[in-house]
């Protein structure tokens, strides 16, 4: 029952996935591009041709090709002993896969959606990311957890929420939030040629979108630094922080905001840990305004972290209080309407932008 009603839940969430996405951005045709879909399963193509090392496991990962297809056409190439379809049983499949990166396996575990992870968070935290410390540096953890994460579309509270701030809160773990197709193939190399443990956040709306890459980003050799973020669009006037999908809501809010006379320059942070907390600093020093954005819960979140990072070093540089853009304190609810009041739209980000900016008049004289 569990494995149907699952089923059910992947397959109505799939069918959202283009409309939901495709208005952020438009590219000319004439460069060359690929799925964030594509990207990811390159990039586990690759690192598997080149390291014997590396195996994946994980629900529906073979046979079926993996949920969302990330590991299609990997069962037929490399075989049953490399790509291991598991039971439904995160907790079990996930201590093998530590165990397995403790005698020098790398392997790359998937979880259908992140919120299973729940299911497997003590072989994630207490087995994983403390092995090394805990052996005074004799064991390493190379392993990837991967996965989608975050909101998808009517799935409901138990399938919707966001664990970037949940894992990168914990030392001995690396969490890895793509955006484009360029972060997911280049960020899912570090990963894996990492040597601890890496929590690999994606988003399910993301995964048919097409990005723009480079002939360099469509090199085997190609691999994004860990800890480095980008600066998606320079601007002058407010730095916005955004992850995962909220990059491309926050390059539309820019674009809003350019017509208003106001240049955004807008950070994909690709790396929550470790939080490239120079590149964001450098960028307020610059702005002298902050707004951070993220899908997450807002108490403790990712965008708290930043803030905190910025008052302790760029406090003097600030003209405007931070603004923080995140999810409801609430369950995600399932009805279609109520979910949309419960993540980050775009329109926020222009209007939180446009009070750090003294453009609009504040929440609390509004109030």
């Known amino acids: 029952m569990l494995a ?47 390291d014997p090392k590396v195996f994946l496991m994980g629900e529906e990962v ?52 992140f919120n299973f992870s729940m299911q497997a968070i003590d072989h994630i935290i207490n087995s994983a990311a403390k092995s090394n410390y805990m052996s005074a540096g004799q064991i390493s953890v190379p392993i990837v957890f991967r996965g989608p994460n ?4 009517g799935v409901g509270a138990q399938h919707s929420q966001c664990y970037a701030s949940w894992y990168a809160s914990c030392p001995g773990l ?21 040597p601890d443990p890496v929590v690999f956040l994606e988003n399910e709306l993301l995964y048919g979108e097409s990005f723009p890459v480079s002939d360099e980003v469509l090199d085997s050799s190609f691999c994004i630094p860990i800890g480095k973020a980008k600066i998606e669009r320079e601007g002058k006037d407010v730095t916005i922080t955004a992850f995962s999908k ?5 390059l539309k809010a820019a674009e809003i905001l350019e017509k208003d006379g106001i240049h955004a320059e807008v950070i994909n942070l690709r790396s929550i840990r470790p939080l490239d907390r120079s590149t964001i600093n450098a960028s307020v020093r610059k702005t002298n305004r902050l707004v ?9 979140g990712v965008g708290a972290e930043i803030c905190a990072s910025v008052v302790e070093e760029s406090f003097a540089y600030l003209d405007a209080p931070v603004e923080r853009i995140a999810g409801a304190d609430v369950p995600m609810p399932y009805a279609a309407n109520l979910e949309r009041m419960a993540v980050p739209q775009i329109e ?15 929440l609390a004289a509004a109030a």
């Not at 799939?14 to 990207?39: D, G, H, M, N």
């Not at 951070?292 to 403790?300: A, D, L, M, N, S």
């Not at 926020?348 to 504040?362: E, F, G, H, L, N």
């Open 4 to 50: 149907i009603a699952r089923q059910r839940i992947l397959g109505q969430s799939f069918q959202k996935i283009r409309p939901a996405v495709s208005v952020l951005r438009s590219y000319s045709s004439a460069a060359k591009q690929i799925t964030v879909r594509e990207a990811l399963n390159s990039a586990l193509d690759e690192e598997m041709s080149a």
């Open 174 to 194: 690396k969490v890895l939030s793509p955006y484009n197709s360029e972060d997911a193939r280049g960020l899912l190399k570090a990963a894996i040629r990492d």
């Open 348 to 362: 926020d980000i222009v209007r939180a932008a446009r009070r750090a900016c003294y453009r609009s008049v504040p």
């Open 246 to 250: 909220m990059v491309g809501y926050a």
């Open 292 to 300: 951070t954005v993220e899908e997450g819960f807002p108490q403790h």
């Open 62 to 113: 073979g046979e079926y090709q993996g949920a969302y297809k990330i590991t299609k056409g990997l069962l037929e190439k490399y075989g049953p002993e490399r790509v291991l379809d598991t039971p439904i049983t995160e907790a079990g499949f996930t201590g093998i896969g530590v165990g397995a990166a403790y005698y020098g396996l790398k392997p790359v575990v998937e979880f259908m959606t």
């Open 150 to 153: 975050g909101a998808a579309a």
